[in-house]
């Protein structure tokens, strides 16, 4: 066959591909439907994995890359995901951390709802409004999220996944300002102690907002011209203002840590992580003890912090991440024996660990 007579023949290829995929959506959108109406989670992992392994599968024996088939397949999946109606809620305006974590996490093809507190997005979930929701749970910088951890508690809902995002503030103004000019600079209270350097350099007045691209939205709106913000490249090319300077956190590794919530306990997948939080009476060597029955399992602890009761003073819940599944017979072990020990245990959720 001629050169042309092969470009006829992929663009034919290309043409029943493309109307496999049409056909495969118009199946998605049914399967949505039934979901809705069963009130199903719209991802299934355990039925995406089992999907993944049958086409790599039949990758091999066609003598294909399965990783490469992989790639498009999981995208396909995410397309299927936002025609059965993923969304997922965040905190902040469009254009935060939150929202590119969100992104990152489930890919391009989702809807996202934007809210005004982590309480609020805890109630989208609860209420069934949005799929799932994504909230910072800590900073490698400040620290842990306070108010996540809180919320968590209280709530029946699950950590069904995580992500990690490389957080890049840059100084954004409106046109026409120059630095000279800047007098007051607008962000989130983490996003300010994340520059401090930059900004003490500057010496200009911080005044702390709800949210990063909250505050580039605002100085627009209200034509602040004496002001900038801190937010992310992407917040300020949506609301359409120039970057003046960028990467202004004062330390590189500044990597936020996100929680994905849902309604439903994530299947094993062989590379997960649990989280808990528990409680042990108030005496020598008890937290000794709890932790001990996690070790003579050879179960890896890759956190744990304290929190106040908040009923009694100076009486603390741990809150505490390890690696494995709920489902994986040591942590199982493990649990069970934690609960025979521990004055209150829950568990927050079992989710693949961040790529």
Known sequence: MSLEELRREIDKTDSEILNLIAHRTTISEQIGKEKRELNLPVRDPEREKIVLERIKQIARENRLN?????????????????????????????????????????????????????????TAVEKRDVNYGIVPVENSLEGSISRTYDLLLDSDIKVTGETELRILHCLIANSGVNISQIKKVYSHPQALGQCQSYLKHLGVELIPTYDTAGSVKMIKDKHITDGAAIASV?????????????????????????????????????????????????????????????????????????????????????????????????????????KEFALFVKVLGSYPKAK
């Open 234 to 338: 992407r917040a300020a090319e949506i609301y359409q203002m120039p970057v003046i300077a960028r990467e202004i956190e004062d330390n590189p590794h500044n990597i936020t840590r996100f929680f994905i919530l849902g309604k439903h306990i994530t299947p094993p997948t062989g590379n997960d992580k649990t989280s808990i939080v528990f409680s042990v009476k108030h005496q020598s060597g008890t937290l000794f003890e709890l932790l001990k029955r996690l070790a003579l399992r050879n179960i890896n602890l890759t956190k744990i912090e304290s929190r106040p009761t908040r009923q009694k003073p100076w009486e603390y819940n741990f809150y505490l991440d390890f690696e494995g599944h709920i489902e994986d017979k040591a942590a199982a072990e493990a649990l069970s024996s934690i």
């Open 66 to 122: 399965e990783y490469d088939i992989e790639a498009i397949f999981r995208q396909l999946i995410l397309t299927s995901s936002s025609v059965q109606g993923t969304v997922v809620a965040f905190q902040g305006e469009i254009g935060a951390y939150s929202e590119e974590a969100a992104y990152k996490y489930f890919g391009n093809a989702i809807a996202v709802k934007p809210c005004e507190s982590f309480d609020d997005v805890f």
